[in-house]
Nanobody, 121 residues
Framework: QVQLVESGGGLVQPGGSLRLSCAAS????????VGWYRQAPGKQRELVAS???????NYVDSVKGRFTISRDNAKNAVYLQMYSLQLEDTAVYYC???????????????WGQGTQVTVSS
């Protein structure tokens, strides 16, 4: 069973930085488009950033210029570098990815369990 495992969350002061990581828990063939989502208390889950296997990226306007999504295809890992964190960035951050477990297997969509990011002074 494949799981996506996020790490790197924590407590940071406003203006600080964090780097989130997302990796598959088991050996897989490939990870395709990956999205980082976040959900703050009382709010809907929103897409923060996404990256295709080829490296094309998209960001929600509120994080443009502050967050950078990247990936290492050799490691089947995706990262979200967050700079200039603001109070409103506080949320649980989730990784979502289309994963192909084997070369002859179809792609399936997976969610990670989430990692808490808290921005507080």
């Amino acid at each position: 069973q494949v799981q996506l495992v996020e790490s790197g969350g924590g407590l940071v002061q406003p203006g600080g930085s964090l780097r989130l990581s997302c990796a598959a828990s088991a050996s897989i063939f490939s990870i395709y488009t990956v999205g980082w989502y976040r959900q703050a208390p009382g709010k809907q889950r929103e897409l923060v950033a996404s990256i295709t296997r080829g490296g094309s990226t998209n960001y929600v306007d509120s994080v443009k210029g502050r967050f950078t999504i990247s990936r290492d295809n050799a490691k089947n890992a995706v990262y979200l570098q967050m700079y200039s964190l603001q109070l409103e960035d506080t949320a649980v951050y989730y990784c979502n990815a289309d994963v192909q477990r084997g070369a002859a297997m179809p792609r399936q969509n997976y969610w990670g369990q989430g990692t808490q990011v808290t921005v507080s002074s």
